[in-house]
């Protein structure tokens, strides 16, 4: 992944050589700048390589041909490359921030982060992007001098602000490491992140619904002809039908879907500019004091993609199969939580001794962060080891 060559850079794009630092100061990289480098800590992260096995909607064991949560992240760091680089903005912080931006999640996806959330209740609840953060700032321990990746003032802002300003959530228990950090390394929680993190975040769902209908699809959840009637994709589907009637399904799907992300990426390219001049734009700090986000869809999309969530939760999201599985998911996740916390000697010795010395709250902590790194594959044997007695012959 090397730096891609930009045209022109915008006078509100972010600099690696003005970035704010590390919160432990080390020596510059002869070869790399500020933000490369962080993308290269994200790639050699554990966090990042367990990505494989973690999944979104079908799980790992289902099928070698959907999407993983690596392969998620390494097309919406393509799309947020890409379009950071046409928008003038830097394009390795986008594309660190993108590869980041899942590394938090726990195994079987949403259902995963439902059943941590509830059994964490007690003790201030679950959020992957908080668990994200906690990865690259304490949880992820390669280096002698410190826990975490070290990574770079702007990068760590736009991993825990690319959706936006969380002052909001910062009295939720479950963002407490976040404010302990924060006092640290003030990271202006109540500001917007840099235009890149919202790149990223636009990025994230460019592929994400776009990756949703494809595997929809593929694992025939529904077929080609009900989303004729559906904004966006429809037209779209339409249009390749009309103009090319020779392909067969498999391809017209995947054109289908190669344009329905080329619509998206103008879309937010358009909306960008728009915004960029109405407000005048003209510096990174510029962009963090607006009282909205820089880099949108426009009104229109954000309309059809609704429509088109709206048929994804009804066809994808909640088909009984989907149940079914998100359904085990949570069984497993919630049985190991319950055992572990009830017998912590059962755990392996590393997280084992993690557990000790803790009270009720902190040794809970230390389960939820041994089952989040899990991955599908791993938790499904782990609980079999747990709970079947098959497993001791």
């Not at 794009?13 to 510059?28: D, I, M």
């Not at 959020?127 to 990574?151: A, K, M, S």
């Amino acid at each position: 992944m090397t730096s891609s060559y930009t045209v022109f850079r915008s006078p509100y794009s972010e600099v690696p050589k003005a970035s704010r630092g590390r919160l432990f100061a080390e020596p510059e990289s002869r070869t790399r700048n500020p933000f490369a480098r962080d993308r290269d800590r994200i790639i050699h992260s554990t966090a990042f390589r367990r990505l494989k096995e973690k999944t979104q909607v079908f799980v790992a064991h289902e099928g070698d041909h959907y999407r993983t949560r690596l392969t998620h992240s390494l097309e919406v760091a393509q799309i947020a490359r890409s379009l950071a680089g046409a928008l003038g903005l830097d394009a390795d912080l986008a594309e660190t921030i993108a590869l980041a931006h899942d590394l938090g999640h726990p195994p079987f996806g949403h259902a995963g982060e439902d059943a941590l959330d509830d059994s964490m209740k007690p003790w201030g609840g679950f959020d992957h992007n908080v668990q994200t953060f906690r990865v690259v700032t304490e949880l992820e321990h390669r280096y002698p001098d410190f826990l975490g990746i070290n990574l770079t003032w702007e990068t760590l802002e736009g991993v825990i602000k690319h959706n936006g300003p969380v002052t909001d959530k910062l009295t939720r228990p479950s963002w407490a490491a976040v404010t302990r950090f924060n006092e640290k390394m003030d990271l202006e929680l109540g500001g917007w992140a840099s235009a890149e993190a919202q790149v990223a975040a636009l990025a994230d769902d460019i592929a994400y619904n776009n990756h949703d209908v494809d595997d929809g699809l593929q694992a025939e959840l529904f077929r080609l002809e009900e989303l004729l009637e559906v904004p966006l994709i429809g037209p779209i589907l339409q249009g390749v039908r009309s103009e090319r009637p020779d392909l067969d399904d498999r391809i017209t799907r995947l054109e289908a879907v190669r344009r329905m992300i080329g619509a998206m990426v103008d879309d937010v390219m358009g909306e960008t500019l728009k915004r960029a001049a109405v407000t005048g734009v003209a510096s990174p700090s510029d962009v963090r004091g607006l009282d909205q986000a820089l880099v949108a869809f426009s009104p229109d999309m954000l309309e059809d993609l609704a429509r088109l969530r709206e048929f994804l939760f009804e066809r994808m999201y909640r088909h009984w199969k989907v149940n079914r599985t998100r359904s085990q998911a949570r069984r497993i996740l919630a049985e190991m939580f319950s055992l572990f916390m009830a017998e912590p000697e059962v755990l392996p010795t590393e997280w084992f001794v993690k557990s000790q010395n803790r009270d009720e709250a902190g040794r809970a902590r230390v389960v939820c962060d041994y089952i989040a790194g899990m991955t599908d594959r791993y938790a499904i044997e782990e609980h079999r080891r747990l709970f079947q007695l098959e497993t001791w012959t």
